[in-house]
């Protein structure tokens, strides 16, 4: 997994590799600067160039710059450096008097092939304006490529909102480790391919959080032993659907078939028993009180609580009644419990305390508007606070939470996992459904409620990705994505097995 720290996080681990382990702040500068001059002759080398601009602020991003400044021309190139700035940092400045290459005071009018930008580093926390607003926009106006340096400036570090506007790079230098804005909300859209720059910063007493990759994902799905049967690999129980909303529970079941668990069991109102009858043919189908949709029935309940895994709330509607089944999974079911959908806001209106009763291991898997009604933050802040706020509500309940986004935030064992796979196409009625049929699957099978989040996550994501290949933006449905699962399953374990290989 590759590691990302918020920005308190990473001044942090500076401040110890400096103070405590007593790295000279200049000479991490020196050595981010090196790292940026060195991804620079890189793109020189596959564009055919020699030439630069390097755009600086007043602060230590800019003094990284400014050292890429003086090595590149020391290396030969054609450099410029473009600084508006009036103050510096100390270390800024110290660096600034050792270039001794040409400083812009003002917006050139000659056209560069290749921008480094240093503007503005992870900090910043206000909108942009003023100087710094007309660098960035001459930046993106530019046509050359772009490079940033730690971060597109105008994103902010902890959460990947763009403050105002906002360099669009073709590729990032993250010095030290990934920062979590790189990777949230509208980061990835802003810093292009990012390389990771180890210059020596000890990061390890950090909490962090860990961006999934192909090897953490195959490592649930190892190729199995012949000498198995369909008891070997759990039972997940689905309860789901009601007449309003009859393909969740669809659309939960197929995708729990197709992630591997032995058994899958569709529980439905007995009056919809009909609308299923024959529909999923290799599931379980087991009928439960109810007409239109779930009545509540502690006799019904009892039937999956030898289930391995089970999943609730998809399509069923919010009333008492589902409020009282989540109610007594908690405090009866001692497996894994995987709440969605109306199961989460049969919580917020009924009660979320309910949770602090709980004896079994519980995922919830709320989409943000979902989370705000849970957690009682507003949506906007959610989205400022980055992964802060999935991380305290799962400490403060014991549960597990998939904050469920273009990039999902899991939280979960004291951990925080960002899972960055997916594609647009996914923005679709019952791509939430498929993700809990996903995960409740993949627990089934053995697997911890973390562990089959992040995976499950993952994998929609990356199914969703083929989609996208094959059916473009547009037209791809959440069945499309169900069907092209098996190829995720592929595609991530290969992809382990060849990474396995070269290392």
Do not use: W
């Not at 959610?382 to 992964?387: C, M």
Request: hydrophobic fraction near 40%; proline fraction near 3%.
């Amino acid at each position: 997994m590759i590691r990302s720290l918020s920005s308190g996080e990473m001044r942090a681990a500076d401040r110890y590799t400096i103070e405590t382990l007593g790295m000279p702040s200049l000479e991490l500068m020196e050595r981010a600067g090196r790292a940026i001059a060195g991804e620079a002759e890189k793109i020189f080398a596959a564009l055919g160039i020699r030439e630069a601009l390097v755009v600086c602020g007043g602060g230590n991003n800019g003094g990284d710059g400014f050292v890429a400044a003086r090595l590149l021309a020391e290396r030969g190139a054609d450099v410029c450096v473009l600084c508006t700035a009036e103050n510096f940092s100390p270390d800024c400045a110290a660096v600034k008097e050792k270039y001794k290459g040409e400083i812009l005071g003002r917006i050139p009018r000659r056209r560069y092939p290749f921008i480094i930008d240093c503007v503005f580093g992870t900090g910043l926390s206000r909108p942009v304006e003023g100087r710094e607003l007309a660098l960035i926009r001459f930046i993106n106006s530019s046509g050359a490529f772009v490079l940033a340096a730690d971060i597109p400036s105008g994103l902010n570090g902890d959460n990947g909102m763009v403050m105002g506007e906002c360099v669009r790079a073709d590729a990032t230098v993250a010095v030290g480790e990934y920062k979590n804005g790189l990777l949230l909300h509208d980061g990835g859209e802003y810093c292009g391919a990012v390389i990771r720059a180890d210059i020596g910063i000890d990061a390890s007493r950090e909490e962090g959080a860990y961006l999934a990759e192909d090897r953490d994902v195959a490592a649930l799905f190892p190729p199995r032993r012949r000498n198995t049967h369909k008891g070997s690999y759990g039972k997940v129980s689905i309860i789901a659907g009601s007449k309003a909303y009859s393909g969740a529970a669809l659309l939960a079941a197929m995708s729990a078939l197709r992630a591997g668990a032995g058994y899958t069991e569709l529980c439905v109102p007995d009056g919809l028993f009909p609308v299923y009858a024959g529909k999923l043919p290799e599931a379980i189908l087991t009928s439960f009180a109810g007409e239109d949709s779930f009545a509540y029935s502690e006799k019904d309940l009892e039937k999956v609580l030898r289930s391995q895994c089970v999943v609730l709330g998809m399509g069923t509607g919010v009333s008492m009644e589902i409020y009282k089944m989540t109610k007594f999974l908690l405090e009866n079911y001692t497996g894994k419990l995987v709440l969605d959908a109306d199961a989460l806001n049969a919580l917020s209106k009924y009660g979320v305390a309910a949770l602090h009763g709980k004896k079994c291991e519980v995922l919830l898997t709320p989409h943000v508007k979902e989370f705000s009604r849970l957690s009682g933050l507003s949506v906007r802040e959610i989205l400022s606070g980055g992964v802060s706020s999935p991380r305290q509500f799962s400490a403060a309940y014991g549960v597990s939470v998939l904050l469920k986004s273009a990039v999902s935030v899991l939280c979960g064992g004291g951990k925080t996992y960002i899972t960055a796979r997916g594609s647009a196409c996914q923005a679709k009625g019952g791509s939430g459904d498929v993700l809990s049929g996903v995960i409740g699957s993949i627990a089934a099978q053995g697997h911890d409620l973390t562990k089959a989040a992040l995976a499950g996550s993952y994998l929609c994501g990356v199914a969703g990705e083929l989609c996208e290949k094959k059916l473009g933006q547009y037209s791809v449905t959440a069945s499309d994505v169900i069907a092209r699962l098996p190829e995720a399953i592929s595609c991530v374990t290969e992809n382990a097995d060849e990474d396995g290989g070269k290392n």
